[in-house]
């Protein structure tokens, strides 16, 4: 199902990606360092001896990877308060207006909501920073210390010629709803994909695989479950959220496109009211270190926002793949404009 049309694009994306993106390449595979905290660090966490760590993401997630953190540093309690993007904000900036702001660590997936609150929070670089892609990073506090990246997925009992490629979900032949989609007013996740369609696939793209009637989706969950169960056969999903099922056996396979692999890379970082700072920078530099990331590629289905990363998932090669992240201004500067006219496209009513 390869398009002719690739090569030509495939080329034409990896020369001018750098007009409203950025595409970046991982650097050779290193083995894994280990992570070892300074014995001061660890004393001052100690007498601390909890964080509040405020997060967007899941919290079943979540919860798994406090646990891995708490089977190195047991005397650090975690105590998670999960929130929707939105309403996680909305929240800080509640507290921190009050002189209340309670958390320790902020985590979130949209790095322009955190970039429009970064006066509240405090200097932070973890050891390991030189090995961070500079393009990950909207600011010099906050840290990726999630990395998801889109994949494209489909049903192998019912898909047997599978697609390639991007482009290859925009061929015609489809039946209606055959192939998905997650909506692009979904969130910042879901943009960056749309941003990627239009400023590497080119303009055309949205109005060629509208043309094949996806069914859409209003986020990635359903979306997957949806796929599991044979009705869709074909879906772009974020990698994290299809990963986990392949791994626990469900009739899916995927696979990362040539054309690029839009990555959302999270803003993560310490408040300057924090009140526990060591025990939020020993569970930050745990997350952000090779054993922290390791742990959220393998365990999650994640990608990583490290230069030269210790492991890369199944099918997933570092030699050819081309990650593509959004120049911030562009994120920021055109999803006001650039969403209707997806929706316009696609036929969807807010």
């Known amino acids: ?49 909890r964080i509040v ?15 891995l953190f708490n089977k190195r540093y047991p005397f650090v309690r ?3 308060v999960r929130a929707p993007g939105g309403q996680l904000i909305t929240r800080v900036k509640t507290e ?26 405090a200097d932070y670089t973890p050891p390991n920073a030189d090995d961070y892609l500079p393009e990950a990073l909207v600011s010099p ?25 991007w482009w290859d979900l925009a061929k015609p032949g489809y039946k ?6 997650v909506i692009a007013p979904s969130g910042g996740t879901t943009w960056t994909r749309v941003m990627f369609e239009r400023q590497v696939l080119g303009e055309d793209y949205w109005a060629k695989q509208a043309a094949t009637k996806p069914a859409l989706y209003p986020s990635g969950a359903p979306l997957s479950d949806a796929l ?56 930050l530099d745990w997350c952000l270190s090779d054993e922290g990331q390791l742990h959220s590629i393998k365990d999650h289905g994640n990608l990583t926002s490290l230069k030269n990363p210790p492991y890369t998932p199944p099918g997933f090669d570092p030699k050819v793949a081309k990650l593509w992240v959004p120049k911030f201004e562009e994120f920021e500067k055109l999803r006001n404009t650039w969403i209707p006219e997806w929706n316009k496209t696609y036929g969807y009513r807010q």
């Open 96 to 121: 921190a207006a009050a002189g209340k702001l309670t958390a320790d660590v902020i985590d979130h997936s949209d790095r322009g909501l955190m970039k429009a609150i970064d006066d509240l929070f």
């Open 228 to 283: 599991v169960r044979g009705e869709v056969e074909i879906a772009p999903l974020v990698y994290n959220v299809i990963y986990t099922k392949k791994r626990d056996g469900a009739p899916v396979e995927i696979f990362f496109p040539p054309e690029g692999i839009p990555i959302v890379p999270y803003a993560t970082g310490i408040p300057k009211s924090a009140k526990s700072p060591n025990a939020a920078k020993l569970f």
């Open 53 to 67: 760590y405020y997060t967007a993401a899941f919290a079943e997630v979540e919860q798994e990877t406090i646990n």
């Open 176 to 181: 209606p709803g055959a192939i998905a989609q």
């Open 141 to 165: 506090k906050l840290w990726p210390r999630i990395t998801p990246g889109w994949s494209v997925a489909y049903n192998s009992e019912l898909v047997k010629n599978p697609p390639k490629t």
């Open 1 to 49: 199902m390869s398009d002719p049309r690739i090569s030509r694009r495939a080329l034409l994306g990896a020369a001018g990606l750098g007009a409203l993106g950025t595409t970046l390449s991982y650097g050779p595979a290193r083995a894994e360092r280990p992570y070892n905290p300074p014995g001061a660090l660890i004393d001052a966490a100690k007498k601390e001896g």
């Open 78 to 80: 975690v105590e998670m």
